[in-house]
């Protein structure tokens, strides 16, 4: 893929989208000095002495909010990043042409000054579409602009069906702040066509890449700086080349598979997969007795814990599906069996959490053309979730609302404010409670820690119990009951995946030294992880057998600093006493393209949760390759 003009693009587009959400907010009485007064009147809003219809104050309060917890310049920041998600996404579902109605929304196939869905509009079905609304806006002749950003909004919500991570919800602030004058030729839309050519997105990869140059600006603006919680994701993000995934995804979950089956055809479609070779007899009768006589596909469990746009996990499922496959299932049941048992993913960067969602989403739309409309009905589980910090919940409120202690079931909320139900000094003895409660303590600081918290495996069980009955909930309750399970449902979700544990966990970690850590996750480190401390990517490293079964696989690149200065001397003993290195390939600088120089010097590793003494792993020295694809051709001729 030719990286370079999206390198030139996403940049400017970060400033372009902040500016015009900016220009949005200003118009409704929201900008960096205040937040002016909104008067309603009948049918009208008035802000500022300007009328806007009334049906806008819900999305303002809505935006008010957020600024008000968040600052102006974070809320600006999260509007214009789901913005640009939401255009590349429609971007790449209209070129791949997995819309519904078949038209191109932020183009046309043949005019280069067109949009399709303008052209066609009295011909599209959309759920909220207004038809007859829509006729008028066409008939008048004058009114595209007004008529294209219906016809968008529609589609917006449209997706929200199947994709409600990326599309949020009708009455979201983020939809107030859409910009205008998108039919113009400077709009957004119309640089976002013409900056990237339409071959480049025929690769979901290139949603990587989008991520990684949109935020690159603010990488550098961070970087070197004792890091806030916010800005975390762009001081940390790196996006992984494609062959060191490939690499690290074949030699974790196609090995799980081929130490079981070693005569499947799976390691001929594995170019990066490095066998086992010849072991001393003692280990040779260890490995015997840890690997099992069969596996079920579902059972394969895989987490990546830093997960980003979801570069690991696709790549993932390629090796899933062809396990699938090689054991017989129905090419149109692979898809969603993948998504609801193999794949996990977390990261603390909410549109991260998005983007990684939807690569998936993509990946597995392709294999099943039902995908969106079994999500929407609820077959299709995604399990890929941006952390959450749980502080501003108030549980004894939401423990009212759900009344689980009392005819809950009946889907009714008759009781809630009786004596013995605001009473909570009984909850202390309800298992739900309790276990409610200790999870919601462990995310307080969810966007400054994210998959390092640790939930207690024990936890796995009762918790997924918990979020069917919330999820029930959602849909059988009351009228107070389903908002409050719908707030709780994702943070109970996240308390899921972190208390399940893994046959693999891939990572490309955050690299953060202590000088650059704040002041809460520097004492956690300090605490909780002496061994490693000194960096976050170490950190994770360690913290990844904690989420790993026994003889699960630690799959991860990171920088090599730990293999050799004295400050990691404790966590090599740990390694080399508790763990087995199965291989290793030592790339050193220059693997990664897009950094200059030899500013990162890195690793790559598959280390098996358990203890092989004498096992003869296989180690590959890459250091002396100039690019990546230099080091990526050494790689392809040691293997054999």
Same mark, same amino acid.
């Given at each position: 893929?030719?990286?370079?003009?999206i390198?030139?693009?996403?940049?400017?587009? +970060?400033?372009d989208?902040?500016?015009?959400?900016?220009?949005q907010?200003?118009? *409704?009485?929201?900008?960096t000095?205040?937040?002016?007064? !909104?008067?309603i009147?009948?049918?009208?809003?008035?802000?500022?002495?300007?009328?806007?219809?009334?049906?806008i104050?819900?999305?303002?309060?809505?935006?008010?909010?957020? *600024?008000?917890?968040?600052?102006?310049?974070?809320?600006?920041?999260?509007?214009?990043?789901?913005?640009?998600?939401r255009f590349?996404?429609?971007?790449? !579902?209209?070129?791949?042409?997995?819309?519904?109605?078949?038209?191109?929304?932020?183009?046309?196939?043949?005019?280069?000054?067109?949009?399709?869905i303008?052209?066609?509009?009295?011909?599209?079905?959309?759920?909220?579409?207004?038809?007859?609304h829509?006729?008028?806006?066409?008939?008048?002749?004058?009114?595209?602009?007004?008529?294209?950003?219906?016809?968008?909004?529609a589609?917006c919500?449209a997706?929200?069906?199947?994709?409600?991570?990326?599309?949020?919800?009708?009455?979201?602030?983020?939809?107030?702040?859409?910009?205008?004058?998108?039919?113009?030729?400077?709009?957004?839309?119309?640089?976002? &066509?013409?900056?990237?050519?339409?071959?480049?997105?025929?690769?979901?990869?290139?949603?990587?890449?989008?991520?990684?140059?949109?935020?690159?600006?603010?990488?550098?603006?961070?970087?070197?700086k004792?890091?806030?919680?916010?800005?975390?994701?762009?001081?940390?993000?790196?996006?992984?080349?494609?062959?060191? &995934?490939?690499?690290?995804?074949?030699?974790?979950?196609?090995? #799980?598979?081929?130490?079981?089956?070693?005569?499947?055809?799976?390691?001929?479609?594995?170019?990066?997969?490095?066998?086992?070779?010849?072991?001393?007899?003692? *280990?040779?009768?260890q490995?015997?007795?840890?690997?099992?006589?069969s596996?079920?596909?579902?059972?394969?469990?895989?987490l990546?814990?830093?997960?980003?746009?979801?570069?690991?996990?696709? /790549?993932?499922?390629? *090796?899933l599906?062809?396990?699938y496959? /090689?054991?017989?299932? +129905?090419?149109?049941?692979?898809?969603?069996?993948?998504?609801?048992?193999n794949?996990f993913?977390?990261?603390?960067? %909410?549109?991260?959490?998005?983007?990684?969602?939807?690569?998936?989403m993509?990946l597995?739309?392709?294999?099943?053309?039902?995908?969106?409309?079994?999500?929407?009905?609820? /077959?299709?589980?995604?399990?890929?979730?941006? #952390?959450?910090?749980?502080?501003?919940?108030?549980?004894?409120?939401?423990?009212?609302?759900?009344?689980?202690?009392?005819?809950?079931?009946?889907?009714?909320?008759?009781?809630?404010?009786?004596?013995?139900?605001?009473?909570?000094?009984s909850?202390?003895?309800?298992?739900?409670?309790?276990?409610?409660?200790?999870?919601?303590? +462990?995310?307080?600081e969810?966007?400054?820690?994210?998959?390092?918290?640790e939930?207690?495996?024990?936890d796995?069980?009762?918790?997924?119990?918990?979020?069917?009955?919330?999820?029930?909930?959602?849909?059988?309750?009351?009228?107070?009951?389903?908002?409050?399970?719908?707030?709780? !449902?994702?943070?109970?979700?996240?308390?899921?995946?972190?208390?399940?544990?893994?046959?693999?966990?891939?990572?490309?970690?955050?690299?953060m030294?202590?000088?650059?850590?704040?002041?809460?996750?520097?004492?956690?480190?300090?605490?909780?992880?002496?061994?490693?401390?000194?960096? #976050?990517?170490?950190?994770?490293?360690?913290?990844?057998?904690? #989420?790993?079964?026994?003889?699960?696989?630690?799959?991860?690149?990171? !920088?090599?600093?730990?293999?050799?200065?004295?400050s990691?001397?404790?966590?090599?003993?740990?390694?080399?006493?508790?763990?087995?290195?199965?291989?290793?390939?030592?790339?050193?600088a220059?693997?990664f %393209?897009?950094?200059?120089?030899?500013?990162?010097?890195?690793?790559?590793?598959?280390?098996?949760?358990?203890?092989?003494?004498?096992?003869?792993?296989?180690?590959?020295?890459? &250091?002396?390759?100039?690019?990546?694809?230099?080091?990526? +051709?050494m790689?392809?001729?040691?293997?054999?």
């Amino acid at each position: 893929m030719n990286t370079a003009p999206i390198k030139k693009y996403a940049p400017k587009a +970060r400033k372009d989208f902040i500016a015009a959400v900016t220009r949005q907010a200003n118009k *409704v009485g929201v900008t960096t000095k205040g937040i002016a007064p !909104m008067d309603i009147k009948g049918d009208v809003a008035l802000i500022n002495d300007r009328p806007f219809p009334k049906a806008i104050a819900r999305s303002r309060d809505a935006l008010v909010r957020l *600024v008000e917890q968040h600052g102006f310049a974070q809320t600006m920041e999260q509007a214009a990043y789901s913005w640009f998600n939401r255009f590349c996404a429609i971007r790449y !579902m209209e070129i791949k042409g997995f819309l519904d109605h078949g038209r191109r929304v932020l183009s046309h196939p043949v005019s280069p000054n067109g949009f399709q869905i303008l052209d066609d509009c009295l011909h599209i079905d959309l759920p909220e579409l207004d038809k007859q609304h829509i006729t008028a806006l066409k008939l008048d002749g004058d009114k595209d602009e007004e008529l294209y950003r219906e016809l968008l909004l529609a589609q917006c919500h449209a997706l929200h069906q199947a994709m409600p991570f990326l599309f949020e919800a009708v009455d979201d602030a983020t939809e107030l702040l859409l910009p205008d004058n998108l039919t113009k030729t400077d709009s957004l839309i119309r640089e976002l &066509v013409s900056a990237i050519d339409e071959q480049d997105w025929q690769d979901v990869e290139i949603i990587g890449w989008l991520y990684q140059f949109y935020i690159s600006e603010k990488k550098d603006q961070v970087m070197g700086k004792v890091v806030k919680s916010e800005d975390i994701p762009a001081a940390t993000q790196l996006f992984t080349p494609n062959w060191i &995934v490939q690499y690290l995804v074949q030699n974790s979950v196609g090995r #799980l598979w081929l130490q079981t089956y070693p005569e499947s055809s799976l390691k001929t479609q594995m170019p990066y997969y490095i066998g086992p070779g010849e072991q001393p007899a003692k *280990v040779r009768t260890q490995l015997a007795a840890s690997i099992p006589e069969s596996i079920e596909p579902e059972s394969i469990k895989v987490l990546d814990p830093a997960c980003g746009s979801g570069h690991i996990l696709v /790549e993932a499922y390629k *090796v899933l599906k062809l396990i699938y496959e /090689e054991r017989g299932y +129905r090419s149109r049941d692979i898809p969603q069996l993948i998504l609801k048992h193999n794949l996990f993913g977390l990261d603390i960067d %909410d549109r991260a959490g998005q983007l990684a969602g939807f690569a998936l989403m993509m990946l597995a739309r392709a294999d099943d053309r039902r995908l969106f409309s079994r999500v929407a009905d609820g /077959e299709v589980t995604l399990h890929v979730v941006s #952390l959450q910090d749980t502080q501003h919940l108030e549980l004894p409120k939401l423990w009212q609302q759900l009344n689980l202690s009392g005819d809950w079931h009946k889907g009714t909320s008759h009781g809630l404010f009786d004596s013995h139900q605001t009473d909570l000094s009984s909850a202390s003895a309800d298992q739900h409670y309790t276990l409610l409660q200790r999870t919601l303590e +462990r995310f307080t600081e969810a966007k400054t820690l994210g998959s390092l918290i640790e939930v207690p495996a024990e936890d796995a069980q009762p918790l997924q119990e918990l979020l069917q009955t919330l999820t029930g909930l959602t849909v059988s309750g009351d009228a107070m009951q389903r908002p409050a399970a719908e707030t709780l !449902m994702s943070m109970i979700h996240q308390a899921c995946i972190l208390a399940q544990r893994y046959d693999t966990v891939i990572a490309n970690p955050p690299y953060m030294g202590s000088k650059g850590m704040n002041a809460d996750l520097k004492s956690f480190a300090k605490k909780t992880y002496p061994n490693s401390k000194s960096d #976050l990517f170490a950190i994770f490293m360690e913290h990844a057998f904690k #989420l790993l079964k026994p003889y699960g696989f630690n799959a991860q690149i990171n !920088m090599q600093s730990w293999m050799f200065l004295s400050s990691y001397e404790n966590l090599r003993d740990w390694l080399l006493k508790t763990t087995t290195i199965i291989t290793m390939a030592h790339l050193g600088a220059r693997a990664f %393209d897009s950094i200059s120089g030899e500013v990162v010097s890195t690793t790559a590793f598959v280390i098996e949760n358990a203890a092989y003494p004498n096992y003869a792993g296989a180690y590959i020295r890459l &250091v002396d390759g100039k690019s990546e694809a230099e080091k990526s +051709r050494m790689l392809l001729e040691a293997i054999p």
